[in-house]
């Protein structure tokens, strides 16, 4: 990740307070209880949503985008029911650990995090439900109703405040493609950074849903899990952390035919060493070495860089120069323009003695 988001407070967190409340006032304490409406006393805001439901479901007028969840808190009640202590101790361990987003990506050994196709060789039928309960949770046909949007506000709400604060206007998981900001009559999508496919319990937790471009969340990284491959741990970047870094890179370039030169011959390290882990992983899961070859070919990016220079030089101007210039803008504007790129591509370019 090229740079960390600044974590905007926003009161559609709200919804991860109740299903907090749900797990730990409501599930847990299920062998110990029966359900119903009094489980909800403590929580009033949550208690009026799911009178309000109920309200409609008694009525024989279930409300769309509803029914999963009036469904699922007595599906997994019911399971919850039957689990003895030792596993609901199991279980808020596995809750807590799945909602430590940053402890997930700094692969702490403190926690456990659980993923459901470990969850499901002692707990089948509870992790079908939910699955079913925590991939629909984000639903939109769910956070649009009008009785969930009185208590948490609207996504794209807090979009807005989201990139009020956080506006650099591309896209951190690549650099390459430019986020929907204030302006623009849309907006981008939230990456369930831990893939909601695979994690139980952090689906509505702002905490795992950095926005990122179409590009980085549906045609790179998909459902690939950050933090575990093939059963190994890994480190991540945190999307929100508080340390701010900046990522260091070079290029070397041994072209064989400089205007039909291929991302073959181009190779990219990037620093500092202490982000080696988390560097990795970001190279993997959002296939960034291939996306920077690819944009450094292109004629309207890379070999336009190169052509920029070479009429500079052509102007009477020494390279040296030129590349004073491109240091002081990439030091200030380090996302424009991919001057992250742009400046060490060039500098390889210079080495490789294509300005000389």
Request: aromatic letters at 16%; a negative charge.
């Amino acid at each position: 990740m090229l740079f960390p988001y600044t974590y905007v407070p926003h009161d559609i967190e709200k919804m991860q307070v109740y299903i907090d409340f749900i797990f730990k006032e409501v599930w847990c304490k299920a062998p110990t209880s029966e359900f119903g409406i009094e489980l909800f006393e403590d929580n009033p805001d949550l208690k009026g949503i799911v009178e309000y439901l109920w309200s409609y479901e008694l009525a024989g007028k279930p409300i769309k985008g509803a029914e999963f969840f009036l469904n699922g808190l007595n599906k997994i009640f019911i399971e919850f029911k039957e689990l003895e202590p030792p596993d609901i101790d199991q279980f808020k361990t596995w809750y807590e650990s799945n909602n430590n987003i940053e402890k997930c990506c700094g692969n702490d050994t403190n926690i456990t995090p659980i993923r459901y196709d470990q969850l499901k060789v002692n707990f089948e039928k509870l992790t079908k439900e939910l699955e079913g309960f925590f991939k629909n949770l984000y639903a939109h046909n769910f956070l649009t109703l009008q009785i969930i949007k009185d208590q948490i506000g609207t996504v794209s709400d807090h979009y807005l405040k989201f990139v009020q604060q956080n506006d650099e206007d591309i896209c951190p998981f690549c650099g390459i493609m430019p986020m929907d900001g204030q302006f623009d009559p849309t907006r981008d999508a939230y990456d369930h950074y831990l893939p909601k496919s695979k994690y139980p319990f952090n689906s509505i937790n702002f905490k795992n849903l950095p926005p990122a471009c179409n590009t980085c969340n549906s045609k790179n990284k998909g459902a690939k899990d950050p933090i575990n491959v093939n059963g190994a741990t890994r480190k991540a970047f945190y999307p929100f952390t508080h340390a701010q870094y900046k990522l260091e890179f070079e290029i070397t370039f041994s072209p064989t035919n400089w205007n039909e030169y291929k991302p073959g011959e181009i190779t990219i390290s990037v620093g500092p060493a202490h982000y080696a882990n988390e560097i990795g992983t970001w190279f993997d899961i959002y296939n960034i070495e291939e996306r920077y070859k690819a944009l450094m070919c292109k004629r309207n990016v890379g070999k336009y860089w190169i052509t920029q220079v070479q009429s500079w030089v052509s102007r009477g101007g020494k390279a040296e120069e030129y590349f004073v210039e491109l240091a002081d803008i990439e030091s200030n504007y380090p996302y424009a323009d991919f001057n992250f790129l742009k400046k060490p591509f060039l500098e390889a370019c210079y080495k490789s003695g294509i300005f000389t």
